[in-house]
């Protein structure tokens, strides 16, 4: 099963437990713990989505070139030597 399929069945079981919850909320009433649930199954869902959004559009990172060209003197000026300490100007 591809990861398309699966999202889809995932979006399905939370559309379905969404449907059983507000069965049960109309049922009781505000319940403490029904409310609880459909609290979770609100995050479940926005997670899905943006699970679904990073699938479908992977986030590539912008690659740098980096030159081969030497460094500027100047820019080691205030580095010390590995094991010798900083160098005296």
């Known amino acids: ?3 398309s399929e ?3 069945r995932t ?3 939370l559309l379905g ?3 059983s919850l507000m069965a049960l909320r109309n049922q009781l009433g505000p319940h403490l ?3 609880r649930l459909l609290d979770d199954l609100e995050r479940c869902t926005a ?3 943006r699970l679904e959004q990073q699938v ?3 986030h ?7 030159p081969d060209d030497d460094y500027d003197p100047d820019f080691w000026a205030d580095a010390e030597h590995e094991g010798l300490g900083r160098t005296a100007p």
């Open 17 to 19: 437990l969404e449907k």
């Open 33 to 35: 713990d029904v409310l």
């Open 60 to 66: 590539r990172p912008e690659l740098m070139a980096i």
């Open 6 to 8: 699966e999202l889809e």
């Open 47 to 49: 997670d899905l989505h």
């Open 56 to 58: 479908r559009a992977p």
């Open 1 to 3: 099963m591809t990861i």
């Open 11 to 13: 979006r399905a079981a």
